[in-house]
């Protein structure tokens, strides 16, 4: 609030007396001292100096991105927060060369694949992966194959919603995103089924129609229709930031994320876990296909007095089943959510205040760990504060069940007290009977009775936790939890000489 009070004073923060230029990547490097910082988002140049102690990560931390393209260092620590609303006052000006590539359109009408629609052709530096599509019917069916070119595609990259005569099909291929977008030329019922060959590459999503009658197109474009563009470019892009007083002395920031499509989901069922903690199972939509991949979050939003409230939250299991198998059915219509109920909070009690049958918004996945990072390991380390414990549910569950070089996995679970604890009993039972599992509890406010580990976050917990078994294994060490704790775990990671591949830190939370 202070940051906002001082950009709201009318002080010039640019140094530029209001006025916005040009900058070129030369003039760029040549602001890249504390009291000179010039750092350049998304082809918008900013002078930070101003923010250098407002700043929660540090002023060491936007010093990384001194008089230079910050994008992906800004993408890979906070991409949700809108730094264009909060930083508007110390805008200097546009980059003279844009550092991103800029889709070119060709604006000739034509008719492909049975969609009228003007063409877009990314220039893209992958040109030759660029999916193309294809439609074809039966009497009572309608297939929309999609060739993405790629080996090693499963059904957590096709995400499908039909509503309302609208369908939308977006493929997330490696960073880049191919979404077909029409509004269909006859009724369908809301039964989709998608199919994915793994080593081809080709998706298949199956349409079943309302009538049998000849289909003589597939529909009219919609917006983004058989674009195919960087992940960055369609998702992940906050679009305002929202700051609003509501009665009860809150002040609240909504942060919308641009890009992100969201469905209606309903309340199915909510479950206690802890005094303080909740597992909720929501339902998608009937004509929806989405799987969420291990590791990465949604965005659940509601409207709350008038506000509309963005909240990120990484999906779990129902359980920990014993026989460690998640459902992967292909049709498996149940995202289950576990959320910490803050009773001085704004969006968690309202939350909470959802009646069975009430709906409530979800987006699209969002995230950057890939499965491909469990693959060949011989010893994983969780370390958790929390609810930051949800990541590593369905990591957790994946790796004891497919990674077969595994020896080891353990858990270092940190929380205030005993009654805190997520899953306490699920977790011991899972130790008893997995023998390559391991679970150790950390309080920070045990009582007298307790005799495990106590303390918070640090060097001699982690060094003692994180040994290899032999000299060369092959490690990942995953962490989560508040934003103080997963910035500080990594850095004492760092300290103890494992490589940033063999550290993986979740920031959304």
């Keep these: 609030m202070d940051w906002i009070r001082l950009t709201k004073s009318g002080k010039d923060l640019t140094g530029l007396k209001g006025r916005l230029i040009e900058v070129t990547e030369e003039e760029l490097k040549k602001h890249n001292k504390k009291d000179d910082c010039w750092v350049c988002i998304r082809g918008l140049v900013y002078n930070v100096s101003p923010y250098m102690e407002y700043h929660p990560g540090g002023e060491d931390e936007l010093m990384r991105a001194a008089g230079s393209d910050g994008t992906d260092l800004f993408d890979q620590v906070h991409r949700w927060v809108n730094y264009e609303s909060m930083l508007k006052e110390c805008l200097v000006g ?7 590539v800029v889709a070119k359109e060709n604006h000739e009408k034509k008719l492909l694949n049975g969609i009228l629609f003007k063409s877009q052709v990314p220039d893209l530096p992958a040109k030759e992966i660029s999916p193309s599509y294809d439609w074809f019917q039966t009497e009572s069916l309608v297939t929309i194959v999609i060739y993405t070119k790629q080996k090693d595609m499963d059904s957590e ?8 005569g609208c369908f939308r099909a977006e493929i997330v291929i490696k960073d880049y995103s191919y979404l077909l977008h029409t509004e269909l030329s006859h009724e369908i019922q809301e039964d989709i089924t998608v199919h994915v060959a793994e080593k081809t590459g080709k998706v298949e999503i199956v349409l079943k129609k309302k009538d049998n009658v000849s289909w003589k197109y597939l529909g009219h474009p919609l917006e983004n229709h058989n674009s195919f563009t960087t992940h960055r470019e369609t998702v992940g892009k906050p679009l305002k930031t929202t700051w609003t007083s509501i009665p009860g002395n809150y002040i609240y920031v909504s942060l919308e994320v641009e890009g992100l499509y969201y469905r209606k989901c309903q309340l199915i069922s909510k479950v206690d876990v802890t005094h303080d903690t909740k597992l909720y199972c929501l339902m998608l939509p009937p004509g929806t296909h989405l799987q969420v991949p291990i590791g990465h979050h949604v965005y659940l939003k509601q409207t709350v007095t008038g506000t509309e409230i963005v909240k990120p939250y990484t999906p779990v299991l129902e359980t920990l089943h014993s026989n460690l198998k998640e459902s992967l059915h292909p049709n498996n219509k149940y995202i289950y959510i576990m959320i910490k109920i803050y009773h001085t909070g704004l969006f968690t009690p309202y939350f909470n205040c959802l009646q069975i049958g009430d709906c409530v918004s979800l987006s699209n996945p969002e995230g950057t760990f890939k499965k491909s990072q469990l693959q060949e390991l011989e010893e994983l380390f969780l370390v958790a504060a929390g609810t930051g414990f949800t990541p590593m549910i369905k990591i957790l569950n994946y790796a004891l069940t497919n990674i077969t070089n595994l020896r080891k996995v353990k858990l270092m679970f940190f929380n205030k007290t005993e ?61 989560c939890g508040p934003a103080l704790f997963t910035e500080q775990g990594i850095r004492l990671l760092k300290d103890l000489n494992f490589s940033q591949e063999e550290v993986h830190g979740f920031t959304a939370y």
């Design 94 to 100: 546009r980059m003279a060369v844009k550092p991103v």
């Design 157 to 164: 990259s096709v995400i499908v919603d039909y509503q309302d």
């Design 419 to 479: 009654g805190d604890i997520l899953w306490r009993n699920q977790l011991e039972q899972l130790a008893d009977k997995e023998r390559r599992f391991e679970v150790e509890f950390v309080l920070s406010e045990p009582t007298c009775e307790w005799t495990g580990k106590q303390g918070r976050i640090s060097l001699p917990l982690l060094s003692e936790f994180v040994k290899r078994s032999l000299e060369d294994s092959r490690v990942l060490i995953c962490i």
